[in-house]
Each structure stands twice: as C-alpha cells, then as structure tokens.
DNA sequence: ACAAAAGTGTTGGTCGTACACCCATGC
DNA sequence: GCATGGGTGTACGACCAACACTTTTGT
C-alpha cells in the first residue's frame, strides 16, 4: 500500500493486484469450472480459482495465460475475456489485494493434463469456494449462457469439426436445458455460424445415418444478432448523424 | 510497485490504481460524455474521463462515486456498472498504474452544477483525449447501446416521468438512428417495462394532443429479453437438471 | 427387414416494423 | 375548421419451436 510515488506526480495509493481464471468447459455433458486446491492458509484445503499475481512489465490477460500455462498446464483457451474487477476491503483476509478474473473457455476434445491438486468441477454442484472466488463463477456462467443465444461463442466450446448431436450436448450443457438439434441446426446456419464440411463422420456401432461435420465459419468472437428489437429502419435514408 | 508483505504470505506486486468514470447522458438531442480539462502534465490541455485515486479502506465503486460527487458534483447517477480494468504498461506515461472504468448514466432532465474545466462533450464527435480514455468510451458507449435492446437501461437516461415522443428523442440519441414512437410503445408496453401514469402533459403552444406520460416499471437494471433464440423448452417437464 | 440416428418439410405462433387511420387539443 | 401532435388498428414479414416425415446407415 506503498504510493504509487510522487517525484512521478502521480499521488494514487497502490495495492497488491492478483488475477483469476474461470475456465469452463464441458466434461461428460455437464459444464465445469477447473479449480485447484489450495494447500496453504487461508482457506486450506478450499477449492479455489487458478490464478496469481502480475509482473511489472505484464499486462493482466498475459499474467493469466502465464498462470494458466505453467500452474496448471492449460495452453488451449479457444477464448478468454475479462470478467469484472473486484475490490471488497477484506475478500482476502491477509491483506487487501484487488482481483481481476477472466474467463476462458477450453474445447470440449482438448483435455489438458493437470496436476493432481487441479479438476473440472461442475459448476450446478460446486463443493464450498475459497475467498470470493465463488461471485466469478456465477458472472463467468451467467456470461457464457447470455452469450451463447446473440454471439457465436459456443465455437471456444466445441472441437474444430463436429456433429449437430455433439453441439447440442455441449450447448444444452453450458445452457443447463435441452435444446433440439433440429432448431440448432437452423439457427445456427441461417446466421451463417455454422457451415457443413462435406464430410461425414462414421455412423455409430449401433447403426443409423452418419452425421455430417460442421465447422463453425469463424473462431473469433462475432456478435450476431446485435439488435433483437429497436432495430435501426430497414428502409428509407440512414438517418445516423453524421 | 512494492510488494504486498512478504509477512502476509502474499507475495504479489503492487500498482498504483485508479477509477475512471464513462458518465453518459443526451444533452441537446445527442448523447454526450462527461469530460474533464486537464490543467497540468502530461496530456495538459486534453480531454479526460474523471476519476482518481482509491483510498484503503475504498471500494472502486465508492472511489468513483466520491471523485464524481466531490470533483465534478455529478450525485445523481441512476446506474452505475463496471466496465474493464486496463493494464498495458505505458498508459501512463509517467508509470504504471491500472485503471477500472465505471459506466454512469444521468438522466437527461437533471442538470448538475459543473465546475468550469468540465463540459458535456458529444460522443459522435471527441475532441483528442488524454491517455487510453478513447478505448473507454467507446466500451461504455457499445455497452449502452447492446443493453437498450435486451434491458430496460434507459431508465436511467430518461426523466422519472415522461412523454413517449421525449423517450423516442432520448433513445433514439443514445442508439445513434430513429426509432419510431409506435413501435417503441408497443415493445416496451409488452414487456411491462413502462406503464402509464393516468396523467397526461398539457400540450404546447402550438396544440396537438396531450401526450400520457409514463414511467419504467422499475428503477434497477433488468434482463427484459434473456433468450433471443435457443429458448427453453416451453411446454414439457424443465429438463434443467436439479 | 428392422432399429437407430440424421436431416428436411411444414405448421402455427410470437414478435416487430411499417403505415394507415382515428383522437384531442390550440388557434 | 384546420393544423399539429398523440395514440390505435392492421397487415406483412421474419423468425423460431414443435413435430411429423424422410433418408441413410448397421445388424
């Protein structure tokens, strides 16, 4: 809680500043958060988010990927973006430490090795949280579902290419409800999320008709369908300002 | 750029961090940021958001809060959210220190005393500005457009009571085209997101019909429109597992 | 042939925009 | 009465969920 050094003119008070990952992903159809066990006090033996502190010459989204990468052996974020900032005086009870959290979403095919003290838990049945680490996953989950009906995030949850049934299950998954896989489909391909590789997968042991590949068009985050009402006039001149 | 206390067991570094303010309102039919002059080195003479230091015993949204009230006499925000945490290492050139905007909304019928180095600036057309505050606005102004449409946000730009044809003024400058009065009525109007008053605006000089005003339904900030496709299913059991 | 799984066609309902028409007031 | 602005009714289209039906495979 140094200052942050007059002689520079800047007279703002400094704190000690850590970041948070909130890493979802699927895992035997139930979406899950990847959570590490603390070994020290504080709240030892607490499951907790991975994450820590920042370098001096370290921006926060490359301060998680280094934690992520060397902690806990996670390379594979097909998408990470920052949560929110929290700042509660005494969230750490050792000494006030400001927190900044992303959120990362890992392929459902990749499976990272973790170390022993690291699992994917289920976020619908999460054992009790160190810290306040519990408020990140409620916003990480709650922005992934929002996202996944106006943007095509669902791509950072699904491998490069699979079935229509697979995506369902994932999206069903990360939404906590069923969705049909006949609507999926439509929806998906008339916002142009989604496009057939004209491929086939092998059809099952069981039998039935093989499954065709899909690819989502892109693996960038792309909001499509911006304006669900008050969409600006279709016809007639632009009236924009400017 | 001290450490936080060995002695504690956290052993993360410390930055100077400071709060910045987006605050939003229409002023003369355009949707208008609050800015501040700058009176010393560097960025001397440009634009700024407001904002400052935090205290120890502060939350963010208090430091924001207590900056606006105490330097720009701005208390009557109607919302107020978060909106990033920035940290590329030269955003200030003197050192580093993190910065976390807050996205504020004043409605457009209360006019609060400003000192004379701050002004409403119109976001369509900034002059240069300080820092990295450009990125800022731009977030906060793309975060109030996408809410206008899913939310009932505008609650916060519009005045506690008014006629239809002012909210279409004050949405249509916050979205940046027309939106018709009708329509606007009619979605806002299903969505229980206004209800009348019984009372009506006597109508100007020039006659007309008296305009009904209205009034949100409620204060705090709602998802209005949560599923734009991938609903839930509507009849059958909830699938949703629990 | 039959079961299983994938994909297509169709229907009905909801929602939102556009536009025409009616209502209430001042002059 | 007429201009002005506020409000309502209706029509059309886009979109989406539900479900029946067809297609393609394995056994």
Same mark, same amino acid.
């Given at each position: 809680?140094? %200052? +942050?050094?007059?002689?520079?003119?800047?007279?703002?008070?400094?704190?000690?500043?850590?970041?948070?990952?909130?890493?979802?992903?699927?895992?035997?159809?139930?979406?899950?958060?990847?959570?590490?066990?603390?070994?020290?006090?504080?709240?030892?033996?607490?499951?907790?988010?991975?994450?820590?502190?920042?370098?001096?010459?370290?921006?926060?989204?490359?301060?998680? %990927?280094? /934690?992520?990468?060397?902690?806990?052996?996670?390379?594979?974020?097909?998408?990470?973006?920052?949560?929110?900032?929290?700042?509660?005086? +005494?969230?750490?009870?050792?000494?006030?430490?400001?927190?900044?959290?992303?959120?990362?979403?890992?392929?459902?095919?990749?499976?990272?090795?973790?170390?022993?003290?690291?699992?994917?838990?289920?976020?619908?049945?999460?054992?009790?949280?160190?810290?306040? /680490?519990?408020?990140?996953?409620?916003?990480?989950?709650?922005?992934?579902?929002?996202?996944?009906?106006?943007?095509?995030? +669902?791509?950072?949850?699904?491998?490069?290419?699979?079935?229509?049934?697979?995506?369902?299950?994932?999206?069903?998954?990360?939404?906590?409800?069923?969705?049909?896989?006949?609507?999926?489909?439509?929806?998906?391909?008339?916002?142009?999320?989604?496009?057939?590789?004209?491929?086939?997968?092998?059809?099952?042991?069981?039998? +039935?008709?093989?499954?065709?590949?899909?690819?989502?068009?892109?693996? /960038?985050?792309?909001?499509?369908?911006?304006?669900?009402?008050?969409?600006?006039?279709? /016809?007639?001149?632009?009236?924009?300002?400017?």
């Amino acid at each position: 809680m140094a %200052t +942050g050094g007059n002689s520079d003119g800047i007279d703002w008070l400094s704190y000690p500043h850590e970041v948070l990952a909130v890493v979802l992903s699927v895992r035997r159809g139930q979406l899950c958060v990847l959570l590490w066990r603390r070994a020290r006090a504080p709240f030892r033996g607490r499951w907790s988010l991975p994450g820590g502190g920042v370098e001096p010459d370290e921006r926060l989204r490359d301060a998680i %990927t280094r /934690h992520l990468a060397t902690k806990v052996d996670v390379r594979e974020l097909a998408h990470r973006e920052q949560l929110a900032t929290h700042s509660a005086v +005494g969230r750490d009870p050792r000494a006030r430490v400001l927190a900044t959290a992303y959120l990362g979403l890992v392929p459902s095919d990749v499976d990272p090795a973790l170390p022993s003290d690291t699992a994917w838990q289920p976020v619908d049945d999460l054992p009790p949280l160190a810290f306040d /680490h519990h408020f990140f996953i409620d916003a990480a989950v709650e922005r992934l579902r929002a996202k996944l009906s106006y943007t095509n995030i +669902g791509f950072a949850l699904a491998p490069h290419e699979f079935a229509i049934s697979e995506l369902r299950d994932i999206v069903s998954a990360a939404l906590g409800y069923d969705v049909g896989a006949t609507n999926l489909t439509r929806v998906l391909s008339r916002r142009h999320m989604i496009e057939s590789t004209r491929r086939t997968a092998s059809s099952g042991a069981t039998g +039935g008709r093989p499954a065709t590949l899909y690819r989502f068009a892109t693996r /960038h985050l792309t909001v499509t369908d911006p304006f669900a009402v008050l969409k600006p006039p279709r /016809h007639g001149a632009d009236t924009t300002e400017h």
